[in-house]
């Protein structure tokens, strides 16, 4: 049975994981999160020159069961396979992916698959290497966003390498999301959000304001894609058949790097401004509640 997710973690660059209600848990760096499809287990990666994944224990509050290194630099995303059999690690700092096997308690089993990559991107000071950026799982494959190459890396569950998704030269693209066979995807470098849909690619601005957005997270939900643009610190909201415009909202803070859809609730956690903003879902716009849960440096919210 899929446990009952109704708590909110949020992960960052402060003192650890909170838990909105039941306190923190220390851990070093923890700037992103996934939860077990069936087990109550959470996954936090430590994004640290030499990064760790963790496996912790939800029950009666989060206590670290398992740990290992994610064989790379700087992780910044984790991802569960919805077996919850396989887990996989994006590796920032040097553009490593890594795969992990889970056994039937969801701890970590077996070596890890490790998947190194090389090339360079147009940006100089932003492109000058591999940097993975994002794991999904889709269609039984793993996908890996790579800033430093502009492209969307694709593998096997096995580690074997297939034809890359590539985007234009100095996209840079950080997250994205598929629905069936389309593929929306945030540009950090270039500021857009861009989906390729078959031989159609549609590419717009993120935000009305281009001038220094650096997109961060993207998510869809029912025909709407939404996405954070850091800079002009909003949240645009756009229609998933052709990216036009529906709104484009103050994201409650400063640098909101990334957010998080729960029914009919968006957080949004503002990295600048140490707090995670609350937003109710109108029609799908995000309308702020007032309500700002303080956190040190949040960078990843999820409820669970």
């Given at each position: 049975m899929?446990?009952?997710?109704?708590?909110l973690?949020?992960?960052?660059?402060?003192?650890?994981i909170?838990?909105i209600?039941?306190g923190?848990t220390r851990?070093?760096?923890?700037?992103?999160?996934?939860?077990?499809p069936?087990?109550?287990?959470?996954y936090?990666?430590?994004e640290l020159s030499?990064?760790?994944?963790?496996?912790?224990g939800t029950?009666?509050g989060?206590?670290?069961?398992?740990?290992?290194?994610?064989?790379?630099?700087s992780?910044c995303?984790?991802?569960v396979h919805?077996?919850?059999t396989?887990?996989?690690v994006a590796?920032?700092?040097?553009?490593?992916?890594s795969?992990?096997?889970?056994?039937?308690?969801?701890v970590?089993a077996?070596e890890p698959i490790v998947?190194r990559h090389?090339?360079s991107g147009p940006v100089?000071?932003?492109?000058?290497?591999?940097h993975a950026?994002?794991c999904v799982?889709?269609?039984?494959?793993l996908?890996v966003s790579?800033?430093g190459?502009?492209?969307?890396?694709?593998?096997?569950?096995?580690?074997?390498?297939l034809?890359s998704i590539?985007?234009?030269p100095?996209?840079?693209?950080?997250?994205?999301?598929f629905?069936?066979?389309?593929?929306y995807v945030?540009?950090?470098l270039?500021?857009?959000?861009?989906l390729?849909d078959g031989?159609?690619?549609?590419?717009?601005?993120?935000?009305?304001n281009?001038?220094?957005n650096?997109?961060s997270h993207?998510?869809l939900?029912?025909d709407?894609?939404y996405?954070a643009?850091?800079?002009?610190?909003?949240?645009?909201?756009?229609r998933?058949?052709d990216l036009?415009p529906?709104?484009e909202?103050?994201s409650?803070?400063a640098w909101p790097?990334?957010?998080?859809i729960?029914?009919?609730r968006?957080?949004v956690a503002?990295?600048?401004?140490?707090?995670?903003?609350v937003f109710?879902?109108e029609?799908g716009?995000p309308?702020p509640?007032?309500?700002?849960f303080e956190v040190e440096?949040?960078?990843?919210?999820?409820?669970?």
């Amino acid at each position: 049975m899929i446990p009952v997710k109704r708590q909110l973690c949020i992960g960052g660059y402060g003192p650890g994981i909170v838990t909105i209600g039941e306190g923190l848990t220390r851990l070093a760096s923890p700037s992103f999160l996934a939860g077990h499809p069936t087990l109550n287990i959470l996954y936090a990666v430590g994004e640290l020159s030499q990064g760790w994944i963790t496996a912790l224990g939800t029950e009666g509050g989060l206590s670290p069961w398992d740990e290992r290194s994610t064989a790379g630099d700087s992780p910044c995303h984790v991802a569960v396979h919805p077996s919850g059999t396989l887990l996989a690690v994006a590796n920032y700092g040097d553009g490593t992916a890594s795969m992990h096997r889970l056994d039937s308690r969801g701890v970590f089993a077996g070596e890890p698959i490790v998947l190194r990559h090389q090339g360079s991107g147009p940006v100089a000071d932003r492109q000058e290497g591999p940097h993975a950026h994002q794991c999904v799982f889709h269609d039984d494959l793993l996908h890996v966003s790579d800033l430093g190459t502009d492209e969307i890396r694709r593998y096997t569950l096995d580690g074997a390498a297939l034809e890359s998704i590539e985007l234009p030269p100095g996209t840079g693209p950080r997250h994205f999301a598929f629905s069936g066979s389309r593929l929306y995807v945030s540009g950090e470098l270039d500021g857009t959000v861009t989906l390729v849909d078959g031989a159609r690619v549609t590419r717009v601005p993120a935000s009305r304001n281009e001038a220094g957005n650096s997109p961060s997270h993207l998510e869809l939900a029912g025909d709407l894609v939404y996405v954070a643009n850091r800079g002009p610190d909003t949240i645009s909201v756009l229609r998933a058949e052709d990216l036009s415009p529906v709104a484009e909202v103050p994201s409650g803070g400063a640098w909101p790097r990334h957010f998080a859809i729960d029914g009919d609730r968006m957080y949004v956690a503002n990295q600048h401004s140490d707090g995670v903003a609350v937003f109710a879902l109108e029609d799908g716009v995000p309308e702020p509640t007032g309500e700002v849960f303080e956190v040190e440096r949040p960078a990843c919210v999820l409820p669970w």
